[in-house]
C-alpha cells in the first residue's frame, strides 16, 4: 500500500468527519429547517465510501 497516498486518505476522513461533525452542530443549533434526513445521510455516507475506496482501498 503507496504510504502517501494512504496518509492522504486519513487526512481527508479527518476533514470528512470534522465536516460531518460541524454539519449536526448547526443542524442542532438552526430551527425551523427541515432536512431529509434520509439524503442526508445516503450523501454523507456516499462521500464516505468513495474516500475510503480510492484511499484505503487503492481503486
Known sequence: MDVGKSLWGVVVAIVFLY????????????????????????????????IYLVFFRQL
Open 19 to 50: 465536516c460531518v461533525v460541524a454539519f449536526v452542530g448547526n443542524v442542532s443549533r438552526s430551527q425551523g429547517v427541515k432536512y431529509n434526513w434520509l439524503s442526508v445521510l445516503l450523501s454523507f455516507s456516499t462521500i464516505g465510501l468513495a
